[in-house]
């Protein structure tokens, strides 16, 4: 008999640690003084670790199969963790690309792919609360390792931070195989059902459409976050707070994140998710267009709040929407096209922001295109049929 809510314990365990790649802000000034790189160039590791994490979530559920649960998440987190520890010996750019973009990129998708739907699979009658369960200690993850950063590398150094964290990642994936061991949980694969869109007398063609849909409206309205979450120590000293005091900005990103991520699962459950994921993306443009404004530290930081609480709720709903739309059995593979969107949004955000903020000294110009693309999200949810479903398209 599976327990699932020890599956649920081991896929947030998963994520937790996971979730350190979204403290990379807090490396960003300690890279371009060790590396002599600009901040663009040093911002391309995070927008290249988002495209490794894409690429991974859209691939890796043909891997969800192949290894036991526990055998997985092991492998994830060794891999990880030899990332973490290559960037913490890399001398140029290269060789930090290769370990925290590709390796920890790519084994944070995977891992991160694989949290969402074994969750879902665990607690099919509470899918959004489990999802959203997952996603909030993923958020939680980047909040914690950003103070716990902080605090090693004014004790200590950069390598001394990153060896940190890849000894972190080998002993939790030890926790989470024996979790999901005892678990007793399998994950099951996607059952090919593309015969009941004919039988439900529904059209390819449209379910391709509503894939495009949610595609733009993913990338869109995940922009904004993404920013945030890579530039956010950048933008609390571009307000007037020491270097020191700016890690506030990522850990109150990460917090309201996990904090949105977390009410979004539970209320999900009860609200239909289009109404909320046109208004989560019109919070979040109010807040950056405030932030184009210039204000100083303390409203600086409510703002990142109110945008890292949208974020965490954004991506959480689009997850659980796909399931809606296209059933639990597709859900990883449709899940893995849309979140291509999230990639080129992670791409794009904090590599423009970066390139902006070099030409400009401040980030009014990426604040103020954050929001105006974040607006585009409205108009694609708004296209969306409100009650077709597709059932493994």
């Known amino acids: 008999m599976t327990r699932p809510v020890l599956t649920l314990a081991a896929a947030s365990l998963l994520t937790f640690v996971l979730g350190s790649i979204h403290a990379f802000s807090v490396f960003v000034e300690p890279w371009e003084i060790l590396l002599g790189a600009s901040r663009a160039n040093v911002s391309l590791t995070y927008s290249f670790a988002l495209i490794a994490l894409t690429a991974s979530v859209l691939l890796g559920h043909r891997l969800f199969s192949t290894l036991s649960p526990s055998a997985l998440a092991f492998a994830i987190c060794v891999c990880a963790a030899a990332g973490v520890m290559i960037a913490g010996v890399a001398a140029d750019l290269p060789l930090l690309w290769f370990g925290y973009s590709l390796l920890f990129g790519g084994a944070n998708g995977l891992g991160y792919g694989f949290a969402l739907q ?6 099919p009658e509470r899918k959004g609360l489990a999802m959203g369960a997952v996603t909030a200690s993923y958020a939680a993850g980047a909040a914690v390792f950003s103070a716990a950063f902080r605090l090693v590398l004014e004790q200590g150094s950069l390598a001394g931070a990153l060896y940190f964290m890849a000894a972190v990642l080998l002993v939790a994936g030890s926790a989470v195989a024996i979790c999901f061991h005892l678990s007793r949980t399998q994950y ?6 593309r015969h009941e869109i004919h039988s439900a007398g529904q059209s390819p063609g449209g379910a391709r459409g509503v894939q495009v849909l949610l595609w733009a409206g993913y990338g869109t309205a995940a922009m904004a976050g ?20 700016a890690t506030a900005g990522p850990i109150i990103v990460s917090f309201s994140n996990m904090i949105g991520a977390i009410t979004a699962g539970w209320i999900v459950d009860r609200v239909r998710s289009p ?16 932030l184009a404004t210039g204000p100083s530290v303390i409203p600086t930081l ?31 593979r449709i899940y893995g096209r849309i979140f291509i969107a999230w990639g080129l949004a992670g791409l794009a955000g904090p590599w423009v922001a970066g390139l902006l903020y070099d030409r400009g000294g401040d980030y009014t110009q990426a604040t103020f295109l954050a929001a105006v693309v974040g607006l585009v999200s409205i108009l694609c949810v708004w296209l969306l049929p409100k009650k077709e479903t597709f059932m493994g398209t």
């Open 118 to 123: 074994i969750s879902a699979q665990a607690m």
């Open 188 to 193: 099951r694969g996607e059952a090919d059902s």
């Open 226 to 245: 993404l920013m945030a979450l890579g530039h956010a120590v950048g933008i609390v000293v571009s307000a007037g707070a020491t270097p020191a005091a």
């Open 275 to 290: 109404s909320l994921m046109m208004v989560l993306p019109l919070i979040s443009s109010a807040a950056l267009l405030f």
């Open 302 to 332: 409510g703002s990142l709040a109110v945008i890292g609480y949208s974020y965490g709720a954004i991506i959480t709903l689009y997850p659980v929407a796909v399931a809606e739309r296209f059933g639990q059995d597709a859900a990883a």
